[in-house]
């Protein structure tokens, strides 16, 4: 398809069409009455037939029907783009992504992100609204289970490139597009309180929140969404300094924007704007493209180009990149790209899926806590199943647009499928809703648990109490689990508690009563078949916190990447009696459990850090070595985590850094020697000048199973 013939031949309606995305119900509408959606927007069933875009269908069989009306009605016949939230799978779902990034294995995400594409694109999606790659400090707001980098931009950026790089390929058959968002800054909201407000220096924007952004860029994400929050008061869809500056002046970004849903709009709510007119104006002025679901563009581009507000230059721009995304994708040729409904069924949860997905399970689970009790013998002959989520099938997290609840494989299955010769007994105890205080089930829970050799605890909080719009203000268990673990630990000390959550909870509690914790956040379609392979022994866990998980909910925002005070305690995990320091009165300032931190059923030793010199220029480097052994008996997983610290600067740097990890499996008794070399630009940031830049002095690299622990090496860097 010559797309340059075709952009000189539409009208200016069909342009600004290209531009506009509406929900898939718009063509379903009879064109004779203008009711529902059409008229909500302001459109006729004849302005829809010029959209560009679609969001929101139902697989295969609609985005056929839909693209052959839309084609029949586009003067061009110009094919729809169908885009979805394909956020964590399609059909078979993987361990949402803040899980994902347990396990700190980017070609796991990669495969995982591959095989969503492949269903995706038997369903009929060509680009989906994912990798989410905000970064977030604060565990209550809602979208962190979006995130595969949690509170950590390395992390966030090796898992955003793992995700274009798994639903992209080359954009051939089984692959669809990626948009990355939500550009940016939007996991700062204040309070954790979603669409909030964020306030960010200019300095920590570059520094940790757009780097993730630009990792996903630089892998070939061919479209950005924008987010919905303000920054620095200035809503970000009409915001220059992020869109044009940065995203197109900076990191030469070549693939369509997208507003985020209705966003353009909601700059009259934010105050900002005070006529839908004007909030299309600056959204273009600012580089915005393509409309999500409010149709201004569509509505006010002829207005405001006779009023040369906007020229046709930027628009052509903008649909040129919108025809090339159909050219690449090859719509021209195959409208339907092949996707049917016997295809779709073919392909979706087929048995290598769902292999894929049990494996990403059981990678992604954390051992918080254990006293001894895990792994259980997988002879056992009496287990107890107890708490709200044993028999749960709604355990596939948030953002499964596709996925369906019945089906997961809930913690019971799983365990039934794995001993099929024990006698398994089942009981909810109370309910998991958010504050619940009804113990009326306790005590058949008790008599369970003391009846049975093991005992199961699954407590935790529900898969819509977090994603988009789902903040929470308490992370604490609701007052009948707490009950609940504490009377079933003490009828019975062979207990473990499976956790299902959407975000870090603040569990202090519960680990103070129970002897061993096992989080699966939510864990997908295999999740049950996981759970069990975990706790029974056939899998060695070995995910390690991709974010901290608070000591109570009062220390949020937490995380380990801060900056120094002048005045820190002495002891940060116990409460300081001193005065005058940077301390809680009521709770110690570090987390309960820290970034990267994780047990496993064996053990690892680290053997003496050793350093190539101490001394390095730009033009060499140094290079670390240390030796991990695993010393107990059991084959395992340790992932191995490099972080960096600049001693002296101005802005002062996090006390430290994440900049490398491996993840290495290492039989009983077995030592690899593991290697890390810094080179000069690592050491750059974003200095108070303004430059991106490294300077001399003192730097410290650290080694270790987490972000506390660790052994040090001092170096310097000459000029
Ligand atoms: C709003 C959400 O913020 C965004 O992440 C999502 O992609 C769109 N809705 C479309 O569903």
């Known amino acids: 398809m010559d797309i340059q013939r075709l952009l000189s031949e539409m009208s200016l309606a069909e342009k600004l069409g290209q531009l506009t995305q509406l929900n898939a119900n718009f063509f379903k509408e009879n064109e004779a009455e203008i009711t529902g959606p059409a008229s909500r927007l302001d459109l006729d069933p004849a302005d829809a037939a010029n959209a560009g875009s679609v969001l929101n269908f139902d697989g295969a069989a609609t985005m056929r029907s839909v693209q052959e009306i839309a084609m029949a009605r586009q003067p061009h016949h110009i094919p729809l783009l169908f885009m979805q939230d394909v956020v964590h799978g399609y059909r078979t779902i993987y361990p949402i992504p803040l899980a994902m990034g347990c396990s700190f294995d980017p070609d796991l995400m990669e495969e995982c992100a591959s095989m969503a594409a492949k269903e995706a694109a038997s369903g009929g999606v060509n680009v989906t609204f994912a990798p989410m790659v905000d970064l977030v400090h604060d565990a209550r707001w809602g979208r962190v289970m979006e995130t595969a980098g949690g509170e950590d931009k390395t992390l966030g950026c090796r898992m955003a490139a793992a995700q274009v790089r798994g639903f992209q390929g080359d954009l051939k058959k089984g692959k669809i597009a990626a948009c990355v968002k939500h550009f940016a800054a ?53 915001n220059r300094h992020l869109i044009t500056d940065i995203l197109r002046g900076e990191w030469d970004f070549d693939g369509s924007v997208i507003s985020d849903y209705n966003s353009y709009r909601e700059m009259l709510k934010h105050g900002a704007a005070e006529t839908e007119k004007e909030a299309v104006d600056w959204a273009l002025s600012a580089g915005g493209e393509i409309e999500m679901m409010s149709a201004l563009t569509y509505r006010f581009g002829k207005e405001l180009l006779d009023e040369g507000k906007i020229t046709p230059e930027q628009i052509d721009r903008a649909v040129l990149r919108v025809l090339r995304l159909k050219e690449e994708l090859g719509l021209f040729d195959d409208p339907m790209r092949g996707a049917t409904p016997e295809e779709e069924q073919r392909i979706c949860l087929c048995a290598e899926h769902r292999a894929i997905a049990c494996r990403a399970a059981e990678e992604s689970a954390v051992l918080l806590k254990n006293d001894g009790v895990l792994p259980f013998s997988d002879k056992t002959k009496k287990v107890a199943l107890i708490g709200p989520f044993a028999r749960e099938h709604g355990i596939k997290g948030f953002w499964a647009c596709h996925g369906r609840d019945e089906d997961s494989v809930t913690v019971e299955e799983g365990v039934r499928v794995l001993l099929p010769d024990a006698e398994i007994t089942v009981c909810g105890g109370c309910s ?33 109490c977090s994603g988009e719009g789902n903040s929470r203000a308490i992370l604490e268990l609701s007052p009948a689990q707490l009950s609940l673990a504490a009377a079933v630990a003490a009828a019975n000390p062979n207990t473990a508690v499976l956790l299902f959550c959407g975000r870090p909870l603040a569990i202090s509690d519960l680990a103070d009563t129970v002897p061993a914790i096992l989080t699966m956040f939510q864990p997908g379609t295999e999740g049950g078949t996981a ?31 801060h900056q120094s005070t002048a005045r820190p305690t002495p002891d940060p995990h116990e409460i300081c009696e001193g005065g005058y320091v940077s301390r809680y009165l009521d709770a110690p300032t570090a987390p309960l459990y820290p970034f990267g931190f994780g047990l496993s059923y064996t053990e690892f030793s680290y053997g003496e850090l050793k350093a190539s010199g101490d001394t390095m220029t730009e033009k060499d480097s140094i290079t670390f070595t240390v030796t991990v052994t695993n010393t107990g008996s059991l084959a395992g997983k340790e992932t191995v985590q490099w972080y960096l610290r600049d001693e002296v600067a101005c802005p002062v740097r996090p006390v430290k850094e994440l900049v490398e990890f491996q993840k290495i499996e290492l039989a009983p008794g077995e030592s690899r020697e593991v290697r890390f070399t810094v080179k000069e630009p690592l050491l750059r940031y974003h200095t108070r000048s303004g430059e991106f830049a490294s300077e001399t002095g003192r730097f410290t690299v650290t080694v270790g199973p987490d972000s506390e622990r660790g052994q040090s090496c001092a170096f310097t860097l000459v000029k």
Not at 202 to 211: F, G, K, M, N, V
Not at 447 to 462: H, K, Y
């Open 186 to 238: 939007y996991g700062g909201a204040e309070a954790g309180r979603d669409y909030n407000a964020v306030e960010l220096s200019e300095h920590t924007l570059r520094e940790d929140y757009l780097p993730a952004y630009r990792a996903a860029v630089d892998a070939g994400a061919r479209l950005l969404m924008t987010s919905f929050n303000t920054l620095g008061g200035e809503p970000v869809a009409s």
């Open 432 to 464: 998991h809703a958010l504050r619940e205080t009804d113990i009326s089930g306790v005590a058949d829970a008790v008599r369970l648990a003391r009846e049975a050799e093991v005992v199961v605890l699954c407590l935790g909080e529900f898969q819509n």
């Open 531 to 561: 759970a069990a392979r975990l706790l029974f022994g056939k899998t060695c866990p070995s995910g390690r916190l991709s974010m901290s998980f608070p000591y109570c909910t009062g220390q949020e925002p937490i995380y380990y990447a």
